[in-house]
Nanobody
Framework: QVQLVESGGGLVQAGGSLRLSCATSGRTFTAFTMGWFRQAPGKEREFVSAISRSGTINYADSVKGRFTISRDNAKNTVFLQMNSLKPEDTAVYYC?????????????????WGQGTQVTVSS
């Protein structure tokens, strides 16, 4: 079993930045592909970014050039640096883990999930 705990959400003005963190428990962090998803009220959960255990990275087109995903295997943590935030980025952001080296954009293909952290961007 893997536990994921997100932090770093909050309220920020448009154009601002936030850095989300996702700390994982257990000794197998390096075995996981890690992903970030978000869900706005009344909308489906959508892919934001993912980083495989070998370092391959993928971004949703809506965040490309503004968000940066990274992982620190020594700290069992994955990060999402969010710059140039827009009101449409407002959502609950979830961290997810999948036990292999393949990047997927579909939420049901991830095995473990955090509880989410709220990001609100005011205009």
């Amino acid at each position: 079993q893997v536990q994921l705990v997100e932090s770093g959400g909050g309220l920020v003005q448009a154009g601002g930045s936030l850095r989300l963190s996702c700390a994982t428990s257990g000794r197998t962090f390096t075995a996981f592909t890690m992903g970030w998803f978000r869900q706005a009220p009344g909308k489906e959960r959508e892919f934001v970014s993912a980083i495989s255990r070998s370092g391959t990275i993928n971004y949703a087109d809506s965040v490309k050039g503004r968000f940066t995903i990274s992982r620190d295997n020594a700290k069992n943590t994955v990060f999402l640096q969010m710059n140039s935030l827009k009101p449409e980025d407002t959502a609950v952001y979830y961290c997810a883990a999948r036990r292999d080296d393949i990047l997927y954009r579909r939420a049901p293909l991830y095995d473990f999930w955090g509880q989410g952290t709220q990001v609100t961007v005011s205009s």
